[in-house]
């Protein structure tokens, strides 16, 4: 959950090759992001299964001391995760093997001071890790403001870490925008009620290269994505959605929404973006790509939940439980089915097919096929689910919660054949 001027020669600060531009990054076969390879929860080459359960298709699972809701990123090596302990006052970061799930190690970066109030579905360890290279960044709310903890990924050993300032939130909800990279910069979101902003951190020593100037609380993470020819830093929330130069935190150009706060990242397609919201009022919208005008909107809410694109036809499931397919271009709706509700975690595609999973911890499996509605598989695991699926090597690593004995625990699970 979210304007320095550049303080150094551009050429050094700003050096971004095709390899590192935020819109082509990630290695093959991991999920070394939010959302993924490309940030919009796609992996199209990936077969993973389609059925489940606490026991089948099971190849590994592991305890996960703690609670928190980030998503798992996965390296060709390591999974990395955030949690914390509200008992002991910590915030840690936990790397383990992606062969076994084995804990490698465990990183306390914070003692004391947690928000005395959050949000009762949010925790204390809600932001995604991001990684870039052998540096690992960590976002955690204490101490009444935001800190950014960069440690090395071999050993869990602090390098770096930069405070962004207070944090007062307009409700006691806590965050959960996580960290994103693009090239030789480590974006993030510091949305409230003073001292809004989006910072360009240097990843190598966390100094503040840009900030771009927001107004009021806000919980989504942005996500960088080459529409209209250009990279474009795209992020939703305080009435608008809005573009940014990812290199200077310049704002290219914004357009009217009728939502106040949003949690989603936005999705693309070729010409158009898209984002969704509810508070105070429920809207999906999509608007051009270079921003030139909003092209339509429906008073549907995907709220905390992302939504997903896959060819010319926008997913999403609502926060009432219901799958929605949009045609694009004109936001028609070319079918919905109801599946289940309260939904936190994102979507995921792979192989033609769309994962979709409830807080609950329910997982329904879709044919992405605008023609109408048909279902692969639903599947259970544990009795909650906040964190998104990654999709690496066939297999889907994923965190859920399970209270069905009395006490709660966290388990990561690497479901495959």
């Known amino acids: 959950m979210k304007n320095f001027v550049a303080v150094c020669c551009l050429v050094a600060v700003f050096s971004f090759s095709p390899q590192t531009s935020g819109a082509q990054q990630s290695e093959p076969d991991q999920w070394a992001r939010w959302r993924g390879p490309q940030g919009d929860g796609t992996a199209p080459a990936q077969k993973p299964v389609t059925t489940w359960d606490q026991s089948s298709n099971v190849l590994w699972k592991s305890k996960i001391s703690g609670k928190g809701h980030s998503s798992p990123i996965v390296t060709t090596e390591k999974i990395f995760l955030t949690t914390s302990d509200e008992a002991q006052g910590t915030q840690s970061v936990l790397c383990y093997t992606r062969s076994a799930g084995d804990l490698l190690w465990s990183k306390v970066v914070n ?30 709310q204490n101490h009444e403001e935001q800190k950014v903890t960069a440690l090395r990924s071999d050993d869990g050993e602090v390098v770096w870490e930069q405070t962004l300032g207070t944090y007062v939130g307009l409700y006691p909800f806590g965050v959960g925008a996580s960290p994103i990279l693009y090239g030789d910069l480590l974006i993030v979101p510091h949305e409230n009620e003073e001292h809004s902003k989006i910072f360009g951190l240097d990843v190598h020593t966390g100094e503040k290269r840009w ?4 107004q009021h609380t806000n919980y989504s993470t942005p996500v960088v994505a080459n529409v209209g020819g250009k990279d474009q830093l795209f992020i939703s929330g305080q009435s608008s959605v ?19 706060v949003t949690c989603g990242t936005m999705v693309w397609d070729a010409d158009r973006v898209y984002a969704s919201g509810g508070y105070p009022v429920q809207q999906t919208i999509a608007v051009a790509g270079d921003g030139s005008k909003q092209i339509w909107d429906a008073p549907i809410k995907a709220y905390e939940q992302s939504m997903i694109v896959v060819g010319n036809h926008l997913y999403s499931l609502s926060d009432r439980g219901v799958i929605y397919c949009f045609e694009g271009a004109t936001g028609n709706v070319a079918w919905k089915q109801r599946f289940e509700g309260p939904v936190s975690a994102s979507p995921v595609f792979a192989n033609g097919l769309i994962y979709f999973t409830a807080e609950s911890g329910k997982t329904i499996v879709v044919k992405a096929s605008p023609e109408k509605f048909e279902s692969v598989a639903t599947n259970q695991l544990g009795t909650s689910a906040f964190a998104s699926f990654a999709l690496v090597d066939h297999k889907i690593i994923t965190r859920v919660g399970d209270d069905s004995t009395g006490a709660y625990q966290e388990w990561l699970y690497c479901l495959g054949e």
């Not at 004391?112 to 949010?122: D, F, S, V």
């Not at 809005?242 to 106040?260: E, L």
């Open 111 to 140: 003692k004391g001071a947690l928000p005395t109030k959050i949000h009762q579905k949010n925790t204390h360890a809600s932001p995604t890790i991001a990684i870039n290279g052998d540096l690992v960044f960590a976002l955690f």
């Open 242 to 260: 809005t573009s940014f130069d990812p290199r200077t935190g310049k704002k290219n150009w914004s357009v009217p929404a009728r939502w106040k």
């Open 211 to 214: 900030a771009a100037r927001r």
